[in-house]
């Protein structure tokens, strides 16, 4: 049974929920509670890539990734618990002119703050990544501290590592509603029982946005539709290679268990209103976009030839939250005294969950990390997006446009 009582109470055990939940435990802070309507990682995080890209421009964002990377290095020898963390590095491929500048810039930055990154040539990237196949005139960065996790290891260390610092973790348990009396919290309604409590911290994915509504308060994140597919072993795959990220057709490939994992945006962009799926629906029932898989594999297959030949073992889809500026939103909310968000990822909600965690943490506390969280406000659309379809159509585009725009 849930316990009656909590000092915060985290709905949702993805990638964000459990990263609040460790961070607040190892604050110190007891009596966490965290709730999942079914086991931990079984939203849209197990179905990530999981890529760790934290070198980029924006110096508010850079800040942030720093302490993400940071974060993933030391977790395990802190801990104890695995996250799976392969840093083999990453490839930038900048096919024409206008993306060559957004290389240079991360030679830059990875100047100033003492970290690598360089031009590589062709040789290099064929020892690197054989299967890979490039245009002479392509400009290749080499990016060594980037890397990738795998995502589900990442929510289940987060959650082992939160319980053997204390907090309560339970699964199969919905939260059906809040107590909210005068625009303040006082606890949360749960197929188990009530648990009073002056914090809850809404990670609820997907699903977030909907259970806002229900409550009459907006919350300006949506969810939209991602997916990934992956190959049988390839061979002279090692499993050593880098990520791959061409800026301009916006798509990642990374080894995947022998064969590879691909994965790519633009292709037909697909927002949801969680009000339009059955009750119990899951995220692994999620319909697949066959044609988004077609137009993935031809544009990857004119780098990686091996593509064209391969077969697919696994289809990988979920829905992470986008907010209309392409931003985290990790705070306190206004509209409700009490009740943080945990969302809007834009794709990346595995490598930003340490920050978010952080973030949650620093809001309760009420203190000044020193990293630059305004940016993660909730409320920081004020009334703008407050059509439905408005919001829609901007985060659309931005998922659309998202290694384009972060080029
Ligand atoms: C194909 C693909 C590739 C991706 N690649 C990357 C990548 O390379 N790098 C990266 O960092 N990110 C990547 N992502 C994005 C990443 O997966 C998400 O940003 C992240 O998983 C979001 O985590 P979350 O905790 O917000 O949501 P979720 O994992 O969906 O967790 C939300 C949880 O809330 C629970 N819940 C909902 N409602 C309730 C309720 N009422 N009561 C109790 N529990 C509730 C759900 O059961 C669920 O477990 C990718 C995503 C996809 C689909």
């Not at 049974?1 to 964000?16: E, T």
């Not at 990016?143 to 260390?157: L, Y």
């Not at 979920?318 to 509209?335: C, E, N």
Request: aromatic share 8%.
């Amino acid at each position: 049974m849930v316990p009656s009582k909590a000092s915060v109470v985290i709905v949702g055990g993805g990638a964000l929920g459990t990263s609040s939940a460790f961070h607040l435990a190892d604050e110190g802070i007891e009596d966490v509670v965290l709730l999942d309507k079914g086991p931990i990682a079984q939203g849209t995080t197990p179905f990530a890539a999981g890529q760790t890209g934290y070198l980029t421009v924006d110096q508010d964002l850079l800040k942030l990734n720093q302490y993400c990377i940071e974060f993933f290095e030391r977790f395990e020898e802190r801990t104890g618990y695995p996250i799976c963390f392969h840093q083999n590095g990453s490839l930038r491929i900048a096919l024409t002119d206008s993306f060559r500048g957004g290389l240079e810039d991360r030679i830059k930055v990875a100047k100033e703050t003492g970290d690598e990154a360089e031009l590589i040539s062709h040789e290099r990237v064929m020892e690197l990544v054989p299967e890979l196949r490039l245009p002479s005139d392509a400009s290749v960065l080499l990016i060594p501290r980037d890397g990738f996790v795998e995502p589900k290891s990442v929510a289940v260390a987060y959650a082992a590592a939160a319980a053997a610092r204390g907090v309560s973790i339970h699964t199969g348990c919905a939260v059906t509603g809040l107590e909210i009396t005068d625009g303040r919290i006082h606890g949360v309604r749960t197929a188990e029982g009530f648990i009073e409590s002056q914090w809850v911290v809404l990670a609820a994915g997907a699903w977030a946005r909907q259970f806002a509504g229900r409550l009459n308060f907006e919350l300006k994140t949506v969810p939209v539709r991602h997916q990934a597919f992956v190959t049988s072993p390839i061979t002279g795959v090692t499993g050593q290679e880098p990520v791959v990220r061409f800026a301009e057709n916006q798509i990642y490939i990374r080894p995947y268990e022998g064969g590879l994992l691909v994965g790519g945006y633009g292709y037909r962009p697909l927002s949801f209103d969680m009000n339009q799926f059955a009750k119990d629906f899951e995220i692994a029932s999620l319909e697949s976009d066959p044609i988004y898989y077609q137009q993935l594999k031809h544009a990857a297959s004119e780098y990686f030839p091996v593509l064209k030949t391969s077969v697919t073992v696994q289809e990988r889809r979920g829905l992470p939250t986008i907010a209309p500026d392409g931003r985290f939103v990790a705070s306190k909310t206004s509209q409700v005294e009490g009740l943080l968000i945990a969302s809007a990822c834009m794709v990346g909600g595995i490598f930003a969950s340490p920050v978010i965690g952080r973030a949650i943490v620093d809001a309760i506390l009420d203190r000044d990390s020193g990293l630059p969280l305004e940016s993660l406000n909730a409320d920081r659309f004020g009334s703008n997006y407050s059509s439905d379809a408005d919001l829609r159509a901007t985060c659309e585009s931005l998922y659309a446009n998202h290694y384009r725009r972060e080029s």
